[in-house]
């Protein structure tokens, strides 16, 4: 599922849509090649649960402008437990927001135990996320405090907020131009 780039193991992993890139972004990055003292690669999927695919056109800008965080992979894989068999022993950097999707069974079919066999995947592969709070509508939700269950809590290093606030997302940026263009 691996496309494009070369996957350093025990590197920090960071997915996301990136579009568009953001200070948030680059913060989260920092923080965390700061705290385990190795690299961060940006992960753009060109599938994607909730949104349509990107296309090469899309793709080749967004990858052009995470190389700001570091060398950038490609997959096509949605899911984390793919992006786990991609990338194993690896930390996920997410957000509050990815964290609460990653605990809610509506995306594994609506099953707690199927999102927990997929818990168990990524923890199978090695795989730890490092979630980070998250503003999400017009408040920000800190790690530490998401009602995540047993088995993903786990795996998780939840970042305080006292060691990272932004309140900026890419969705909220890009209703803020017309053409979702980057700034």
């Known amino acids: 599922m691996l496309i494009q780039g070369q996957y350093q193991s025990g590197s920090l992993v960071f ?28 992960e753009i999927s060109i599938a994607n649960v909730d949104k349509p695919d990107i296309d090469d056109a899309d793709l080749q800008r967004r990858l ?9 992979l490609v997959t096509r894989a949605a899911r984390f437990f793919e992006k786990a068999a991609c990338f194993p022993g690896c930390r996920f950097l997410i957000g509050a927001d990815t964290a609460l ?31 980070f709070g998250r503003l999400i509508g017009h408040t920000f939700q800190d790690a530490t405090t998401l009602p995540l269950c047993q088995n993903l809590l786990a795996i998780c290093d939840l970042v305080p907020e006292s060691d ?3 309140d900026i997302s ?14």
Do not use: E
């Open 101 to 131: 999707r990653l605990n809610d069974p509506a995306y594994a079919n609506h099953c707690p135990r199927q999102r927990d066999q997929c818990i168990a995947k990524i923890r199978q592969h090695g795989c730890q996320f490092v979630v």
């Open 164 to 166: 990272f606030r932004i």
């Open 15 to 42: 997915p996301g849509s990136f579009n568009p890139i953001h200070d948030g972004h680059l913060a989260m990055a920092d923080v965390a090649s700061r705290k385990y003292a190795t690299k961060v690669q940006p």
């Open 170 to 183: 890419s969705t909220q940026l890009r209703s803020m131009r017309p053409d979702q263009s980057p700034p």
């Open 64 to 72: 052009a402008r995470v190389q700001r965080i570091g060398t950038p």
